[in-house]
């Protein structure tokens, strides 16, 4: 008989919510890990006293299934705060409560793109665009485009022309723009469909048919160790809900033996009746030694992060602040050490700033020269106040965040699921499209809950 309902390869975000969940429904299950700790990039690194994240993180409490989650992972250790603030900018003006690429600071430009897209509104339907830059062209225009895609190379690290039009989903930030003033995007947008899904309003608005969920800016994050604190909780939490938990164990084969499903680590044989993967598909065709390539099919994004020990009180800029300017190096800067309760009792708390590239060129970003210049640029845009001093800063990359599909991608991926599920119907992992915590978290309430249910039965 197997030993578990269901294995679970990958302690990752998603990894944690599919173990809790399950173990909260009633099922036996394993969750392995090659680190010897689970949270994957959730995991912080110590430097001067700070616990410092992979980037800007907080946990949504707007929803129910996050309201459920993380505070029954957190319990009391959990800051919670109602009044997170963001803001977006093309060069020195800030838009308080917006992230996405707004250009009202520019009245010519914004009459030339609102006046291609009124003709775009009017014209036939092109033929489905297999690349992204073509569908942002089609969709928005050469106007917006010759401005918007330097921005989203900028974002990812390379050229958004190799990238497939399936990448939307994945870059649902360039979703939008702000062509103008809110009163000016908010009588657009009530006028038209073709308005309302291109244009985009500040969360200061005040029209809640515009904001969504918005309005409630509830967010949570760990009381200690950045995200790290996250990462122990969850450990405990899964312990306590009798998940069990094989660490520093990379899964090193896979077979199916008709009634159940074997999973072999470097110690151990698992044996269960479904496995939930929860990491990339490349490494489980890697695994099972699929003849595909899947790496050819994608362009990782990594990150390349610049943290500064400064005076809590010489900082000016919100929360997180998106820069979508040409000549500033990072494309965000966030106060974490402000949010996540690290201010020390002299003052000083950090600031971090974070510039996307190809993993191939991550190396090439960190350096003493590019510390200098993320510096000047937290100085330039704002986000600090003039004359603020830096009393040490470090610097570190995180290789890959998230994967964004080529032109052609879904040949390889299709040929890859086709020879996992000959291999066995008990995998299941998670589908394309599907990047963030939230998203994972209602993939599992919809597409996997079904298979979950009928192995747990």
């Not at 499903?261 to 929860?278: A, P, Q, R």
């Amino acid at each position: 008989m197997p030993q578990h309902d269901i294995i679970i390869a990958g302690g990752g975000f998603a990894g944690i919510y599919a173990a809790w969940r399950l173990a909260r429904d009633g099922a036996k299950v394993a969750l392995v890990e090659a680190a010897p700790q689970i949270g994957g990039n959730l995991n912080a690194r110590q430097w001067n006293g700070y616990w410092l994240d992979n980037g800007t993180h907080n946990f949504d409490m707007r929803t129910a299934l996050g309201r459920a989650f993380f505070p029954d992972i957190l319990g009391d250790d959990m800051l919670v705060f109602e009044d997170q603030q963001w803001a977006t900018t093309n060069d020195s003006t800030w838009v308080p409560g917006f992230e996405l690429p707004s250009f009202d600071d520019d009245t010519a430009f914004c009459d030339i793109a609102l006046a291609e897209l009124e003709r775009l509104r009017h014209a036939p339907p092109r033929p489905a665009a297999t690349s992204f830059a073509q569908h942002y062209r089609d969709r928005f225009g050469d106007a917006l485009a010759q401005r918007v895609l330097p921005m989203m190379s900028k974002y990812i690290g390379s050229d958004p022309e190799s990238f497939s039009h399936d990448a939307k989903g994945l870059l649902g930030m360039f979703s939008r723009v702000r062509l103008g003033s809110d009163d000016r995007m908010i009588a657009l947008k009530s006028s038209d469909a073709f308005w309302d899904d291109r244009l985009g309003v500040s969360l200061g608005c005040g029209d809640a048919r515009y904001i969504g969920r918005n309005v409630n800016k509830r967010y949570a994050f760990p009381a200690r160790k950045g995200l790290s604190g996250f990462c122990e909780a969850a450990a405990r939490r899964l312990g306590e809900l009798g998940v069990d938990l094989y660490l520093g164990e990379p899964v090193g084969d896979l077979r199916d033996a008709g009634d159940h499903i074997e999973v072999s680590t470097s110690n151990h044989t698992l044996t269960g009746k479904h496995l939930f993967w929860s990491m990339p598909d490349t490494i489980l065709a890697r695994v099972l030694n699929l003849d595909v390539d899947l790496m050819k099919a994608a362009v990782p994004v990594g990150t390349a992060f610049f943290a500064f020990e400064v005076e809590a009180d010489d900082i000016l800029g919100p929360d997180y602040l998106h820069d979508y300017s040409a000549h500033r190096l990072p494309f965000r800067y966030n106060k974490a050490g402000v949010y996540s309760d690290q201010t020390k009792p002299d003052g000083k708390t950090y600031v971090t700033c974070e510039v996307p590239g190809h993993p191939a060129t991550l190396k090439s970003v960190l350096s003493e020269d590019n510390v200098e210049k993320a510096w000047e640029s937290m100085l330039d845009v704002g986000f600090l106040k003039e004359g603020a001093i830096r009393h040490d800063a470090t610097q570190w990359s995180h290789p890959v965040a998230f994967t964004l599909p080529k032109v052609g991608w879904r040949t390889a991926h299709d040929r890859a699921q086709e020879m996992i599920a000959e291999v066995s119907d008990r995998i299941s992992g998670i589908a394309f499209g599907y990047r963030g915590r939230l998203s994972f978290m209602t993939y599992h309430d919809t597409v996997l809950k079904e298979r979950f249910d009928r192995a747990i039965a």
